[in-house]
């Protein structure tokens, strides 16, 4: 129970990182990116519960193959990378002419 609550948590921090997205690529891909990994705890938590039929995949993060390994770290790293894009702080003019000022010593 306490892993699928973990992962419930993942999907809405992707969700969220999706709704304050400044592009709309950004948007689109944190809200894909979400869906594959929700959809993809839910055929196998529905399969282990018995509501659907078993497709005998492993939940991410816990595979034993390589590339199913890295296309979930892939997927956190563009996650993260689209969260870190929104997070950053706007240049300002200080910052801007900061480097002119360095170069002329």
Same mark, same amino acid.
């Given at each position: 129970?306490?892993? /699928?609550? @973990?992962?419930?948590? +993942?999907?809405?921090?992707?969700?969220?990182?999706? @709704?304050?997205?400044?592009?709309?690529?950004?948007?689109?891909?944190?809200?894909?990116? $979400?869906?594959?990994?929700?959809?993809?705890? +839910?055929?196998?938590?529905?399969?282990?519960?018995?509501?659907?039929? +078993?497709?005998?995949?492993?939940?991410? +993060?816990?595979?034993?193959?390589? $590339?199913?390994?890295?296309?979930?770290? @892939?997927?956190?790293? /563009?996650? @993260?990378?689209? $969260?870190?894009?929104?997070?950053?702080?706007?240049?300002?003019?200080? $910052?801007?002419?900061?480097?002119?000022?360095?170069?002329?010593?």
């Amino acid at each position: 129970m306490a892993l /699928l609550l @973990l992962y419930g948590l +993942f999907i809405e921090r992707g969700f969220r990182t999706a @709704l304050v997205a400044d592009n709309l690529f950004g948007k689109l891909l944190a809200a894909g990116l $979400s869906v594959v990994l929700a959809f993809q705890v +839910f055929i196998v938590a529905g399969g282990v519960l018995g509501l659907m039929p +078993f497709t005998g995949k492993a939940l991410p +993060f816990l595979a034993q193959g390589r $590339s199913a390994m890295t296309g979930n770290w @892939l997927l956190v790293a /563009l996650l @993260l990378v689209i $969260s870190h894009q929104d997070n950053r702080p706007e240049p300002t003019a200080e $910052s801007a002419t900061a480097p002119a000022v360095a170069a002329d010593l």
